[in-house]
């Protein structure tokens, strides 16, 4: 079993986090970095899942955003479009898809939903989190949902270390969790029969016992592995 983990870019401290998250499971799955700077996309026809990372913010000009808006930062059109064709790839192949912070963005807008530009410009609560204080707050999980069956409770705490979010949905996407404030904070593939979650929180940041993480490796992880053994 070999999971895909897209680049993070900017930081190799910030891949390790998720490459640690990944190996600390006890399936101990191989895992690859895939990235345009790599010139790699064709090794995720060897893979049995999809790990899609954070990051900087998505090109504006994507959902019809402010493209001069100067609370955006980091924008990496060569990341979106490699990172879109993959999406395109794995959901075509049926594969396990987890889209995590920059990598939920994405996916909401490539599949054609918008984002919040800036959350604390939208007038929201600031949902970031410094280098030395990491902020928390509650997360409501949907009757019904996917998610609130893979993580068994109503509610409980995340991280907060965004300061964009998915604004319209894309009309694939159901909204599996939102936060006290209203900002989605998790959707699900309206397909049951793709694994594809969106996560607006960072599980590889988080306790590796908090359920808000080991729940959600342990089903993106089985679900793999089931690709895998059917692919045989």
Request: aromatic content about 8%; glycine content about 6%.
């Amino acid at each position: 079993m070999k999971i895909a983990i897209t680049d993070t870019v900017t930081s190799e401290d910030k891949f390790r986090l998720y490459t640690d998250w990944i190996d600390s499971s006890d399936k101990r799955p191989k895992w690859i970095k895939l990235s345009y700077l790599l010139n790699n996309m064709n090794e995720i026809q060897q893979c049995d899942g999809l790990l899609i990372t954070g990051g900087g913010d998505v090109d504006p000009a994507l959902y019809g955003g402010m493209v001069d808006n100067p609370t955006i930062k980091g924008v990496d059109l060569l990341r979106d479009e490699f990172e879109r064709t993959l999406l395109d790839s794995a959901i075509k192949k049926n594969m396990p898809i987890l889209a995590i912070c920059r990598g939920m963005q994405l996916a909401n807008v490539h599949f054609g939903g918008t984002l919040i530009g800036d959350i604390e410009e939208a007038g929201y609560l600031s949902h970031r989190s410094d280098t030395k204080v990491e902020k928390r707050h509650r997360v409501n999980l949907k009757t019904g949902s996917k998610l609130r069956e893979i993580i068994s409770v109503e509610a409980g705490e995340v991280n907060l270390v965004h300061h964009q979010a998915v604004d319209q949905p894309a009309a694939d996407f159901e909204i599996s969790a939102q936060s006290d404030d209203g900002i989605i904070e998790a959707m699900e593939y309206q397909n049951k029969s793709q694994f594809l979650h969106l996560l607006q929180w960072h599980p590889e940041r988080m306790d590796r016992e908090s359920i808000f993480s080991k729940n959600i490796l342990k089903e993106f992880l089985t679900e793999a592995f089931y690709y895998s053994t059917s692919k045989k």
